[in-house]
Nanobody, 122 residues
């Protein structure tokens, strides 16, 4: 059974950092791209970043470029999102998602994690 479990969220002051983890099981992480998404209250879910196979293939939304960094550890079956210089507009429920295809490029989300809250007070 394919599973993704996020951790590492929480409350952080403006300008602070958090590192989200996405622990995976039930599939070969080294054959799938992983995407990160977020959804703030009253807003649509938006793509934040994705990391492909190999992890040189990465994409970041303009709003996080230069502040967020993906990494992956296939041996630990985990993907990480380092988030620096967080601001109040970064408050949201963050999700990791496995690519719907066994592809090194992120074509679209297939299976989702349950989400983890990140809160940056204004």
């Amino acid at each position: 059974q394919l599973q993704l479990v996020e951790s590492g969220g929480g409350l952080v002051q403006p300008g602070g950092s958090l590192r989200l983890s996405c622990a995976t099981s039930g599939f070969a992480l080294d054959k799938k791209a992983i995407g990160w998404f977020r959804q703030a209250p009253g807003q649509e879910r938006e793509g934040v970043s994705c990391v492909g196979v190999p992890d040189v293939h990465q994409w970041y939304a303009d709003s996080v470029k230069g502040r967020f960094t993906n990494s992956r550890d296939n041996a630990q079956k985990s993907v990480y999102l380092q988030m620096n210089s967080l601001q109040p507009e970064g408050s949201a429920l963050y999700y990791c998602a496995a690519n719907r295809l066994a592809s090194g490029y992120f074509d679209g989300p297939g299976d989702w994690g349950q989400g983890i809250q990140v809160t940056v007070p204004s």
